[in-house]
């Protein structure tokens, strides 16, 4: 039976990962610090071959008995988490990855590192392929998240050529779906809440900017795939599917039914203006990968994990 630790493992991804695995008949050790995971989004594993153990990557990782494979996806993720949270992002980006990795190296497990499509910045190229080398501003207010993250790439690079490390790096584009945290600050989880409730929806700037949204486990399924494959240099994972903001606001009026008004605020600095992943590479390496789950149907799914939770708060 492989043994699997999956950091930031009651998080949103990291709690679906950890399912997936144990369905793959894993052992599966889960690490969060909690200060954006939740033990509800793993409540529900009764399993003997699951833990969970509280622990900040950010500090010396030691974990009993053998490891086959380190899935590091510890960090805050939305924009409202890293702008209150710039130091802990800079350094679970950082001293997060050395410590995983270098859990990796003396287990001699396999690594894959949480990336995201934030490494490519407001880019310049689109849709958005894995040689770009992205338009990033690094001392802008999004540069923890994006500079952290940019860092996590270029060490585990470094362990995999000097040390001889098994690592993968999987660059995730917009993903959404049931476990998100109501008040993330992400535009799914938002807009969801707000048309639940009756409120406006909150656009920022014009809404022409663009995202691409990928159903969680059309994610899940690339990065497994790509842990599993012989890939070692980035890859994204992501639906091409491209929309704008304000038609994505007006999709969700329509899926919630929902009688809300659109209100527009200011663009935040450095938001990117365009996000479309370009999947060439990972259809070719991936076994044929492609997202299966479209907008109607993974908007209800969320919808519905969403609907009690707002009417509970």
Same mark, same amino acid.
């Given at each position: 039976?492989?043994?699997?630790?999956?950091?930031?493992?009651?998080?949103?991804?990291?709690?679906?990962? $950890?399912?997936?695995?144990?369905?793959?008949?894993?052992?599966?050790?889960? +690490?969060?610090?909690?200060?954006?995971?939740? /033990?509800?989004?793993?409540?529900?594993?009764?399993?003997?071959?699951?833990?969970?153990?509280?622990?900040?990557?950010?500090?010396?990782?030691?974990?009993?008995?053998?490891?086959?494979?380190?899935?590091? =996806?510890?960090?805050?993720?939305?924009?409202?988490?890293?702008?209150?949270?710039?130091?802990?992002?800079?350094?679970?980006?950082?001293?997060?990855?050395?410590?995983?990795?270098?859990?990796?190296?003396?287990?001699?497990?396999?690594?894959?590192?949480?990336?995201?499509?934030?490494?490519?910045?407001?880019?310049?190229?689109?849709?958005?392929?894995?040689?770009?080398?992205?338009? /990033?501003?690094?001392? #802008?207010?999004?540069? /923890?998240?994006?500079?952290?993250?940019?860092?996590?790439?270029?060490?585990?690079?470094?362990? %995999?050529?000097?040390?001889?490390?098994?690592?993968?790096?999987?660059?995730? =584009?917009?993903?959404?779906?049931?476990? +998100?945290?109501?008040?993330?600050?992400? /535009?799914?989880?938002?807009?969801?809440?707000?048309?639940?409730?009756?409120?406006?929806?909150?656009? =920022?700037?014009? #809404?022409?900017?663009?995202?691409?949204? $990928?159903?969680?486990?059309?994610? @899940?399924?690339?990065?497994?795939?790509?842990?599993?494959?012989?890939?070692?240099?980035? *890859?994204?994972?992501?639906?091409?599917?491209?929309?704008?903001?304000?038609?994505?606001?007006?999709?969700?009026?329509?899926?919630?039914?929902?009688?809300?008004?659109?209100?527009?605020?200011?663009?935040?600095?450095?938001?990117?203006? %365009?996000?479309?992943?370009?999947?060439?590479?990972?259809?070719? @390496?991936?076994?044929?990968?492609?997202?299966?789950?479209?907008?109607?149907?993974?908007?209800?799914?969320?919808?519905?994990?969403?609907?009690?939770?707002?009417?509970? *708060?």
């Amino acid at each position: 039976m492989p043994r699997t630790l999956v950091t930031g493992g009651a998080g949103f991804l990291g709690s679906h990962l $950890c399912d997936a695995l144990l369905e793959r008949g894993h052992e599966v050790v889960a +690490m969060d610090n909690l200060i954006t995971g939740s /033990v509800e989004n793993i409540e529900h594993i009764r399993n003997k071959n699951f833990s969970f153990i509280k622990h900040d990557v950010t500090n010396y990782i030691y974990l009993a008995g053998s490891l086959d494979y380190i899935l590091h =996806f510890a960090s805050p993720a939305s924009p409202v988490d890293y702008l209150e949270k710039p130091i802990p992002t800079l350094k679970v980006g950082s001293l997060g990855t050395h410590n995983a990795l270098g859990l990796a190296k003396e287990k001699r497990a396999r690594f894959i590192l949480a990336s995201t499509s934030e490494v490519y910045g407001d880019p310049l190229i689109h849709p958005q392929p894995e040689t770009y080398w992205g338009n /990033v501003n690094p001392i #802008g207010p999004r540069g /923890v998240y994006d500079e952290a993250k940019r860092f996590a790439e270029a060490i585990t690079m470094a362990y %995999q050529r000097y040390h001889g490390m098994e690592t993968r790096i999987v660059r995730i =584009f917009n993903t959404y779906g049931p476990r +998100m945290r109501l008040r993330d600050g992400r /535009v799914v989880p938002a807009f969801i809440s707000q048309a639940l409730r009756g409120e406006p929806l909150t656009v =920022f700037g014009d #809404g022409s900017q663009t995202r691409s949204f $990928c159903y969680v486990s059309d994610l @899940v399924d690339g990065i497994l795939r790509l842990l599993f494959s012989d890939e070692n240099e980035p *890859t994204n994972i992501g639906n091409p599917a491209e929309m704008t903001i304000l038609q994505f606001a007006e999709a969700i009026l329509k899926y919630t039914n929902s009688k809300s008004e659109i209100v527009r605020r200011p663009l935040p600095t450095d938001d990117p203006k %365009q996000r479309r992943p370009d999947i060439a590479k990972a259809q070719r @390496v991936l076994d044929g990968w492609a997202p299966k789950v479209d907008l109607e149907h993974g908007i209800a799914k969320t919808v519905d994990y969403f609907r009690d939770r707002v009417i509970s *708060t």
